[in-house]
């Protein structure tokens, strides 16, 4: 519905003009907000066909042509529909089992990670005291 009535005057919802006759508005509402109308029966204004409301990718000349595609159309778009939501689904249950995946390896990594550090602070030890040796018997070759 794209009006409102007031006291003896038709309010436009859109863009809130009035007008006193109903056919004053509809001539408002074809001349500027012709993208907005409902098509729920309207002939599209640029060619002058019936578009299907569900793919829109057929036109017909009739009213009852349109409306006999319809009703093979919209269950086909009820299916699909259908369709998209099951594998949104399944979309977040894989995103929910990679999340919980991820937070395990990382759990992983850091353990190895602090693993590496206590590794390398007693190859860091040992490396330093073998440096040590190394450099006394350089040393010691020289005298």
């Known amino acids: 519905m794209y009006y409102i009535i007031m006291t003896d005057r038709l309010l436009c ?3 809130n003009k009035s007008y006193a006759s ?3 508005l509809s001539n408002h509402k074809r001349k500027f ?3 907005k109308k409902d098509n729920n029966r309207m002939k599209n204004v640029e060619d002058g066909l019936y578009h299907c409301r569900y793919c829109d990718t057929q036109s017909y000349t009739t009213y009852k042509s349109r409306w006999s595609h319809e009703q093979k159309c919209k269950p086909q778009l009820i299916d699909i529909l259908a369709e998209n939501e099951k594998i949104k689904q399944e979309n977040e249950k894989i995103k929910k089992e ?5 937070k395990v390896l990382t759990q992983k990594i850091m353990k190895l990670q602090n693993k590496l550090i206590k590794n390398n602070s007693l190859t860091s030890k040992s490396f330093n005291s073998l440096n040590k040796l190394l450099m006394e018997r350089s040393y010691a070759d020289k005298k």
């Open 13 to 15: 919802e859109i863009c």
């Open 22 to 24: 109903i056919f004053s």
């Open 33 to 35: 907000h012709a993208d």
């Open 98 to 102: 990679k999340d919980a995946q991820y």
